[in-house]
């Protein structure tokens, strides 16, 4: 069956430190893959987004994915948290010309 | 730069009674989408609009749940009755028809249903 799997439910961090989210997903073709950023009451900003070509992404907010096919992973990555990074991040795919599915979602808090 | 517009923000309703919800996607995206995000998980798609025409609500309680799109544009997703398990955000989102069918959808702040 298709899925996206995150399987950090959440994750602390220093302000300071390095960060990386896990992501794996399942499905017959590599899918387009994405990560969205929500912060509390709000809704989804896309972070970053895949469908071919370099396999080290870059987005916004300083932070960049990498997809490897043999791991079937995208998982996110930034050098230094800032305390306004504490949010959830949900990792996402979409096969071509259809619905984006998401995973469940991993709660990010930056402790000073 | 252009936005999904959602609303209300916030809606508190009774059990049994209806509540509507209004999205007007950025101009110009072919296709809308509604997502229920229960509070600790991931959006689900309940129905996705291709212009005017339903592409896919195989996830949409069609007994009490209503989605339209009357003229391509904005759209309104409905519930009668609502439930209490209907409480949730309620996220709209949009994008452009592609070619090679990359679809990057963008959000609305959401409408947070409580359900009391």
């Known amino acids: 069956a298709q899925s996206v799997t995150q399987p950090d439910i959440h994750i602390t961090v220093s302000e300071g430190a390095s960060l990386e989210l896990r992501c794996n997903y399942s499905?017959?073709?590599?899918?387009?893959l994405f990560w969205y950023v929500q912060s509390p009451g709000q809704g989804l900003q896309l972070l970053l987004k895949y469908f071919s070509g370099d396999t080290l992404v870059q987005g916004i907010k300083g932070f960049e994915a990498e997809f490897k096919r043999s791991q079937s992973s995208f998982n996110l990555r930034k050098p230094s948290v800032h305390w306004s990074d504490a949010a959830e991040y949900f990792c996402a795919v979409a096969l071509m010309n259809q619905k984006v599915t998401f995973g469940i979602g991993t709660k990010l808090q930056v402790i000073p | 730069e252009a936005e999904v517009a959602q609303s209300p923000r916030y809606k508190i309703t009774e059990k049994s009674q209806a509540v509507a919800f209004w999205c007007d996607p950025i101009s110009g995206h072919a296709t809308l989408y509604w997502y229920r995000q229960i509070l600790g998980q991931g959006p689900e798609l309940l129905v996705q609009?291709?212009?005017?025409?339903?592409?896919?609500d195989s996830q949409l309680p069609k007994d009490r749940f209503s989605a339209e799109r009357l003229k391509g544009v904005d759209s309104t997703l409905k519930i009668q009755p609502a439930e209490l398990g209907d409480s949730a955000m309620y996220l709209c989102a949009s994008s452009k028809r592609r070619p090679d069918g990359y679809t990057e959808a963008f959000f609305g702040q959401g409408t947070r249903l409580t359900v009391v």
């Open positions: 609009f291709q212009d005017e025409s339903v592409v896919d």
């Open positions: 499905y017959g073709a590599t899918p387009y």
